[in-house]
């Protein structure tokens, strides 16, 4: 049993030295894991943050309300349902924006959270704005949603 014990000594002591090699790393990302851990970027350190990261879902709530070390996504193309509506939708999408109105364009509007209130003006900037977000016939989707969103800002 002692032989064992200090086998087991032993290890934890060489993973503790070891993990100090890979210090300056900051493979854990964000969440509580992140702060409660900050500036220990030793091995040991780092996969108890992702750990502690993982088993409490405060990564997931972080990312969301970016808080805990996350930056929240931005942009509408980081928003996979609007990334997806564009893509299936570009040329019916193209066809709403340039008349102002339409199935499509309301759509987006839900999408992207747009208020009832102002989507009048937000189909008519779209509207105005037309040649600056299809700005070619083999426009990708993903250019049609950045050239949405600087119209927009």
């Known amino acids: 049993m002692k032989k064992f014990l200090v086998i087991a000594l032993a290890a934890v002591v060489a ?4 993990t100090e090699l890979f210090a300056g790393q900051n493979n854990y990302g964000c969440g ?9 970027d ?5 996969t108890c943050a992702v750990t502690f990261n993982g088993t409490c879902a405060n990564q997931t709530f972080g990312i969301t309300t970016g808080t805990s070390n996350c930056e929240q996504f931005k942009g509408i193309v980081s928003n996979e349902k609007i990334n997806k509506f564009v893509a299936d939708n ?8 340039a008349k102002g109105n ?5 759509t987006l509007a839900v999408l992207m959270e747009v208020k ?5 003006q937000f189909y008519g900037k779209l509207q105005n704005n037309f040649g600056k977000i ?11 949603l950045n050239n949405i969103e600087k119209v927009m800002n």
């Open 15 to 18: 993973i503790s030295v070891g």
């Open 32 to 40: 509580l894991g992140s702060i409660i851990f900050k500036g220990k």
């Open 42 to 46: 030793g091995l040991l350190s780092q």
């Open 90 to 97: 570009m040329d019916n999408l193209a066809k709403d924006i």
């Open 102 to 106: 339409g199935e499509y364009l309301n």
């Open 116 to 120: 009832e209130p102002v989507r009048g």
């Open 134 to 144: 299809y700005t070619s016939e083999k426009i990708t989707h993903v250019d049609v």
